[in-house]
């Protein structure tokens, strides 16, 4: 089976947006029509999209500046080693300290559940976590389900 990968340059995280995977698949199926009607490849060939780098481990900190205007999820163990997750967004690295700041997004996961679709507080818009490298233990793209 061909494989064929499209990134859109033009954005430093190099995402393609669905008006751009519509317009691709719309042209490609086109062509696959046209080769299939003159018989140069097999009639029942079918386009498959997918991103499978949207839920992968994020390198820390090699990934992070990529992708600091997209949320992430950030599993971590507090100062007492607790296990803990949140939803946040990179505010900055601290290359010098080896540690990262990290601000809540304003997502579902992160509001009270009597919130009810109200957005986060003032303080928690203002809440910031500075964790080092080696307390992150997992970092993924937030996909919102």
């Given at each position: 089976m061909g494989r064929m990968i499209c990134a859109n340059y033009k954005h430093s995280c190099w995402?393609?947006?669905?008006?751009?995977?519509?317009?691709?698949?719309?042209?490609?199926?086109?062509?696959?029509?046209?080769?299939?009607?003159?018989?140069?490849?097999?009639?029942?060939?079918?386009?498959?999209?997918?991103?499978?780098?949207?839920?992968?481990?994020?390198?820390?900190p090699n990934d992070l500046q990529r992708f600091k205007n997209m949320a992430m999820r950030v599993k971590y163990a507090d100062s007492k080693s607790m296990k803990k997750e949140g939803i946040f967004f990179l505010e900055s690295?601290?290359?010098?300290?080896?540690?990262?700041?990290?601000?809540?997004?304003?997502?579902?996961?992160?509001?009270?559940?009597?919130?009810?679709?109200?957005?986060?507080?003032?303080?928690?818009?203002?809440?910031?976590l500075n964790l080092p490298y080696e307390m992150l233990e997992q970092v993924t793209l937030y996909i919102k389900t």
């Amino acid at each position: 089976m061909g494989r064929m990968i499209c990134a859109n340059y033009k954005h430093s995280c190099w995402f393609l947006s669905m008006e751009d995977i519509q317009s691709y698949s719309h042209e490609y199926k086109k062509k696959l029509d046209e080769a299939g009607a003159v018989g140069d490849i097999p009639s029942d060939l079918a386009i498959e999209v997918s991103s499978p780098d949207a839920d992968r481990l994020l390198r820390i900190p090699n990934d992070l500046q990529r992708f600091k205007n997209m949320a992430m999820r950030v599993k971590y163990a507090d100062s007492k080693s607790m296990k803990k997750e949140g939803i946040f967004f990179l505010e900055s690295i601290e290359m010098d300290s080896g540690s990262c700041v990290w601000r809540l997004a304003d997502v579902k996961e992160n509001r009270h559940p009597s919130a009810k679709g109200r957005p986060l507080t003032r303080k928690q818009k203002d809440w910031r976590l500075n964790l080092p490298y080696e307390m992150l233990e997992q970092v993924t793209l937030y996909i919102k389900t």
